[in-house]
């Protein structure tokens, strides 16, 4: 069973990160300027999952301005060759960690809504469906259904 390094991405991280990008979502992925930005924004905190013969299989990002109580997961990926192995959560549960860190309390995604297994991990993890977006995903015009998990706010039982 092959296992992972969790750590913080950088911009070295670029190239890797746009492979799984552009395979994960052929559609509608996201530009290198765009994902450059995002590893360089101080609101953000982006992590890859590394082997140990440094490959880079999967990535997840998270917007979670400090003190203003919400959190926002901007993307999780991972390479064709290492799903269903559990990584994908744990890159969400890290990303949950780091929203709490920050005083994040309730934490949101799109998800799109022909990807009923991202929809079951998240429901698995206590985020509950919220709303949806019509035509969110271009240019396929899918669905995105808006999911929400709320934990404890600091100082109270969770």
């Not at 746009?18 to 994960?24: P, V």
């Not at 765009?34 to 609101?43: F, I, K, W, Y």
């Not at 919220?130 to 015009?141: A, C, N, T, V, W």
Request: aromatic residues 8%.
């Amino acid at each position: 069973m092959e296992t992972w390094t969790l750590r913080r991405a950088s911009v070295r991280d670029l190239d890797p990160i746009m492979d799984i990008e552009r395979t994960t979502f052929p559609t509608d992925a996201w530009s290198s300027p765009m994902m450059r930005a995002e590893l360089e924004d101080r609101n953000t905190y982006y992590l890859v999952a590394e082997t140990e013969d440094g490959r880079i299989e999967g990535y997840a990002g998270l917007l979670a301005p400090v003190g203003t109580g919400d959190a926002d997961v901007q993307t999780v990926a991972v390479a064709e060759g290492a799903r269903r192995r559990g990584l994908g959560r744990r890159l969400v549960v890290e990303l949950l960690r780091e929203a709490r860190e920050r005083g994040a309390y309730r934490v949101f995604l799109e998800v799109r809504a022909d990807n009923p297994a991202a929809q079951q991990l998240y429901r698995s993890l206590g985020f509950e469906d919220i709303g949806l977006r019509r035509g969110y995903y271009q240019p396929d015009g899918v669905d995105a259904v808006v999911m929400r998990r709320v934990a404890a706010r600091p100082g109270e039982c969770s």
